[in-house]
């Protein structure tokens, strides 16, 4: 009994100590913790940015040029991780893990819809990039580290260009129904794979460039007249014309003509005994003739992302309609 006790007074011992040291303890301080800024998101990753093409008003100069392949027995396309041998070397200026551009020129840009007149540029094709691994005194080695389109021999060499995606708008909806900002107005020329109707994160490029005082990250408005552009169109949208017997049952004939007959054309304009009009009935394209200067109808929105002397490269952000090659352009 006495050893039952012992072990009793102990436990009342043990938790009246721990009892004390609780109320003795103070209470935890509530943590707030901030929600951590989101960074806006970008318009375009490096494999856009670096595979978008451009238009090249200036001539080329002298470029280092892929002439051959560790492998070119049984290839004649190469990708990433291929080797590749330049006509250049350290004669030539090449240095061991110089990185460069893959680029392939086509052709003069003509035959597009544009606002400009005279020479553009020729449209420059962004292949991929390498890297040089070993150099001689007039050749190089190199590896492909990434390909837009498979490199071919003869492609041609240039400087990796410094390019930085623009921010994505974090504002609503685009507006449709926008005034004119006023600025710079261009064409939509062309668009990247020989496209003709684009949408949201296409590559385009304009007829506005640096000597229009346009920048990388400038937004642009795509538009079109009223009524005109798409691929698709409505010719005959009026009503048939009525027939001489009119539209209404042969037995309860209701009237000289249907109700489903064309517009008159004013209040004077009446039907003959055979039930057809003596005057001509109105129609949608004589309204549109007559009516004063319409809204422009907006169907999309773009930002820069390289700039040439003549010309730009851009992204399409949004789109709330049909858009296509030949669509007009407004910086805003």
């Known amino acids: 009994m006495a050893r ?5 007074a102990s436990l009342f011992a043990l938790l009246a100590l721990a009892f004390t040291t609780n109320a003795q303890s103070p ?4 943590q707030v913790i901030a929600p951590t800024a989101v960074a806006a998101p970008r318009v375009a990753g490096d494999s856009t940015l670096y595979c978008a093409g451009y238009i090249r008003f200036q001539k080329l100069p002298h470029m280092p040029e892929i002439v051959g392949a560790l492998e070119e027995q049984e290839q004649r396309t190469y990708a990433d991780g291929d080797v590749v041998y330049l006509n250049a070397g350290s004669q030539q200026g090449i240095k061991e893990g110089q990185n460069f551009q893959i680029i392939r020129p086509r052709s003069t840009v003509k035959g597009v819809h544009k606002q400009k007149r005279g020479f553009l540029g020729i449209y420059i094709q962004e292949v991929g990039q390498l890297r040089v691994f070993k150099v001689n005194d007039n050749t190089s080695a190199a590896r492909i580290t990434f390909t837009c389109d498979p490199a071919l021999l003869g492609d041609l060499l240039a400087p990796v260009p410094d ?4 921010l994505l708008r974090a504002d609503g909806n685009l507006d449709q129904f926008a005034e004119p900002s006023g600025k710079q107005i261009g064409r939509l020329m062309m668009a990247r794979d020989s496209r003709e ?14 000597e229009d005082k346009i920048n990388r990250g400038d937004y642009l408005t795509i538009y079109r007249p009223l009524g005109t ?3 698709t169109r409505v010719d005959n949208e009026e009503s048939a014309r009525n027939r001489a017997s009119g539209f209404q049952s042969d ?5 000289g003509f249907s109700s489903l007959g064309s517009r008159a054309k004013d209040s004077t304009a009446f039907v003959n005994s055979e039930g057809r009009y003596r ?8 309204v549109k003739d007559h009516r004063p200067l319409m809204p422009r109808k907006i169907v999309g929105e773009m930002v820069v992302i390289n700039v040439e002397a003549r010309t730009a490269t851009a992204i399409i952000t949004r789109a709330v309609g049909e858009v296509h090659t030949g669509d007009w352009v407004e910086i805003q």
């Open 197 to 210: 109707m684009v949408t949201r994160n296409d590559i385009v490029y304009i007829d506005l460039g640096g």
């Open 229 to 231: 552009g798409n691929i």
């Open 251 to 255: 037995r309860f004939r209701g009237g």
């Open 27 to 30: 209470a935890p301080t509530p």
């Open 4 to 8: 039952f006790g012992y072990l009793k």
């Open 163 to 166: 390019r930085e995606s623009p």
């Open 279 to 286: 005057h001509r009935p109105i129609t949608s394209k004589e």
